[in-house]
T-cell receptor, first 112, second 116 residues
Framework: DGGITQSPKYLFRKEGQNVTLSCEQN?????MYWYRQDPGQGLRLIYY???????QKGDIAEGYSVSREKKESFPLTVTSAQKNPTAFYLC???????????FGPGTRLTVT | DQQVKQNSPSLSVQEGRISILNCDYT??????FLWYKKYPAEGPTFLIS?????DKNEDGRFTVFLNKSAKHLSLHIVPSQPGDSAVYFC???????????????FGKGTHLIIQP
């Protein structure tokens, strides 16, 4: 089955720890994205990648980092510098930048 | 500054009737618009899209209308069904003059509730 997987579905961390969220796609899409969703908010773009070994900051990149070493994978690290890390994180991919995006199931991160 | 606005946080419609979800945008450079449907604790799923060269796109029960001069688009669902109850996000894509584009800009969503 082609699709996007995010793991784990729920993640708990202590404040001050870095945590990495996984995102894998087997759709052969070039572009990948990370969004966060907070209650009452739309999806806000954190980082995106047009192609392997390239990525760009989105609207709210501070406190986050990404890598794109493989086409299929776009992990997101939430660092201790992120002031409000508790949120629902969504990964997406598209054939090319600007095309309709296909989303993974999301990871709910809770930092206490 | 919110570039894509969905001014109705929620909308309640009776089953069988038409649901109309509205979306306004401020950036005239947006040229591709999409609607996503989202259930709680799941990722959004793509529903329907429209390019700025069109004013209407239809797919089954779903129709999207685009009014470029008013910077307004709407999603019509007819007839509405109980399974349509979800949060609907409007999104827009910005194409730079160089031909590239970044991620989509999403509205805050409208929670559609279909009542039996």
């Amino acid at each position: 089955d082609g699709g996007i997987t995010q793991s784990p579905k729920y993640l708990f961390r202590k404040e001050g720890q870095n945590v990495t969220l996984s995102c894998e796609q087997n759709l052969n899409h070039d572009a990948m994205y990370w969004y966060r969703q907070d209650p009452g908010q739309g999806l806000r773009l954190i980082y995106y990648s047009q192609i392997v070994n390239d990525f760009q900051k989105g609207d709210i990149a501070e406190g986050y980092s990404v890598s794109r070493e493989k086409k299929e994978s776009f992990p997101l690290t939430v660092t201790s510098a992120q002031k409000n890390p508790t949120a629902f994180y969504l990964c997406a991919s598209s054939i090319a930048l600007g095309d309709e995006q296909y989303f993974g199931p999301g990871t709910r991160l809770t930092v206490t | 500054d919110q570039q894509v606005k969905q001014n109705s946080p929620s909308l309640s419609v009776q089953e069988g009737r038409i649901s109309i979800l509205n979306c306004d945008y401020t950036n005239s450079m947006f040229d591709y618009f999409l609607w996503y449907k989202k259930y709680p604790a799941e990722g959004p799923t793509f529903l329907i899209s429209i390019s700025s060269i069109k004013d209407k796109n239809e797919d089954g029960r779903f129709t999207v209308f685009l009014n470029k001069s008013a910077k307004h688009l709407s999603l019509h669902i007819v007839p509405s069904q109980p399974g349509d109850s979800a949060v609907y996000f409007c999104a827009a894509s910005l194409v730079y003059s160089g031909g590239g584009a970044d991620g989509l800009t999403f509205g805050k969503g409208t929670h559609l509730i279909i009542q039996p």
